[in-house]
């Protein structure tokens, strides 16, 4: 190992111009046997905080499960998470361009490791081998949909739960969370129905690295070295002959200095297909409207009024699970969402991630939200009517 940091301290200091031949490096993607056992591995050296440091993880083709490899010593020591130490190292004894030999050492004593180099496509200004698809790609290959009857009322629907491979279910010994994906299906009664079933499909994955939780977890993998977290659930809140309501819930960790969690809703109208947006039955009574900027950074910009924050103030969720204070968090929420359900509308304030657990879930009734309802929206109130 102190010949390889060696070679790289040769690379960070001689000048360019000084440099008959560039010392052979380990950035990329491998592939080869560790102990006999076929294996994918990346490396990466990084820049932090001016110091050089390297990302190094592997994992076995037949389990797949990540492994760490972090300098410790002369070699690298093998983890599945940030402590736990699984007791086996790797050191190279050969670096060449395109070839790694070395020893892993463990329970069974020292066995051989060759690696022979996987060319990958670059992307970004900053191309990350540990976040290619040639390194990633088998990680996110996979995975099953599961068809769960369900009902909402009385009306019958089929719950989509991702199912996804095993190395990506939850770990006793691995410190990450599960991915959990679940949306829905309406029984199709139309076109329309159709077309709504196929937009909420959209939040499952298709089986790549271009998926969304796949996305997430690589993110965090390609800089930690570990995978993240990502939870995703879709469900009805309502579900009439005209109207469909959605809530999604989304709890994510892709690195950064703390996860993401945030709720929205999305309203559907069955009988167009469409998707809707209720701020629209809205009047300037409920939220003032004013364009701002010029050009290409014009934009409307909508403010909620005093009346209609007194109106969901007044409706604001009481008892021994709310916590009095959020009130006063809510009045300098700097968004809001809404959502409509059959007893009115429903609000969720936009606050900052600290105060998330502020964000309830307000309905304001029809008859307290009435006067500030556009025309189209005492029509969309008047299709609830008995």
Not at 25 to 54: E, H, K, Y
């Amino acid at each position: 190992m102190r010949w390889l940091l060696a070679l790289l301290a040769l690379a960070l200091a001689a000048p360019a111009a000084a440099q008959e031949q560039d010392p052979p490096r380990l950035d990329g993607v491998w592939q080869g046997t560790v102990a006999g056992q076929r294996v994918r591995a990346c490396f990466d050296w990084r820049d932090w905080r001016s110091q050089p440091d390297l990302l190094a993880i592997y994992y076995y083709d037949h389990v797949k499960r990540l492994i760490r490899l972090e300098q410790q010593g002369e070699g690298l020591r093998e983890r599945f998470d940030y402590t736990s130490d699984l007791g086996a190292s790797w050191t190279f004894t050969q670096v060449s361009e395109n070839e790694l030999v070395g020893e892993w050492g463990g329970g069974q004593g020292p066995q051989p490791i060759r690696l022979a180099r996987v060319p990958f496509e670059q992307r970004g200004m900053r191309p990350n081998p540990c976040e290619s698809e040639a390194f990633m790609g088998p990680l996110f290959a996979g995975g099953q949909v599961d068809e769960v009857p369900a009902r909402f009322g009385d009306r019958p629907y089929t719950r989509l739960v991702f199912n996804p491979p095993a190395h990506l279910q939850p770990q006793e010994d691995v410190d990450f969370g599960p991915v959990a994906i679940e949306t829905f299906a309406i029984e199709e009664v139309s076109s329309a129905d159709r077309v709504i079933n196929a937009i909420l499909a959209t939040h499952l994955p298709r089986g790549g690295v271009a998926d969304d939780y796949a996305r997430c977890l690589i993110g965090n993998a390609a800089w930690n070295g570990v995978l993240g977290d990502f939870s995703l659930n879709v469900r009805p809140e309502l579900l009439t002959d005209q109207w469909l309501g959605v809530v999604e819930t989304q709890a994510i960790y892709c690195g950064g200095a703390h996860p993401s969690y945030w709720e929205s809703r999305r309203v559907f109208d069955r009988r167009h297909g469409r998707e809707v947006d209720p701020l629209g039955w809205i009047s300037q009574r409920g939220f003032a409207r004013s364009v701002e900027g010029r050009g290409e950074t014009a934009y409307l910009r909508l403010e909620m009024t005093e009346a209609l924050r007194s109106a969901v103030e007044s409706n604001w969720p009481r008892g021994e699970n709310y916590e009095p204070e959020c009130l006063s968090v809510a009045e300098s929420a700097f968004g809001w969402d809404v959502g409509l359900v059959e007893d009115g509308l429903a609000f969720i304030p936009s606050v900052p991630h600290a105060a998330t657990v502020c964000a309830y879930t307000v309905v304001v009734p029809w008859t307290d939200v009435e006067p500030f309802l556009s025309p189209e929206g005492r029509v969309v109130m008047l299709t609830f009517a008995p």
